[in-house]
């Protein structure tokens, strides 16, 4: 549907009708953190959706751990998203930044509560 939505809006900016196109996508993928970190928090422990890696998939606890932080930091993120593009101050160094960190936290983040569980 989204990707339905932005080619429309692109067509009619090709037709010529003013239309930030920026300002939707940006607009765009904060929806899609809010609606991932919306769910992510309720997915449990499988092998097909969510923070796979080896330290979530052998440890209950911290897939729970992981997916509860990191669905809020999407919600967060999500957010930031959205007043960003309602604002027009669309900042691509913010954006690719905060992108980097919405990949890598849950990562890092997953294998230090892993070590730190196997340590006690």
Known sequence: VLIYIVSVLLALNAMGYDINIQIIIVCSIGFIFLFVGNYLPKIPTNWFVGIRNPW?????????????????????????????????????????????????????????????????
């Open 56 to 120: 979530t998939i052998t440890n209950d606890d911290v897939w729970i751990k992981i997916h509860r932080n990191t669905g809020k930091l999407y919600m967060i993120i999500g957010l930031v998203f959205l007043v960003m593009g309602m604002l027009n101050v669309i900042n691509r160094p913010l954006i690719v930044i905060t992108i980097i960190i919405c990949v890598l936290y849950p990562h890092i983040h997953s294998f230090v509560m892993f070590r730190k569980n196997n340590n006690n």
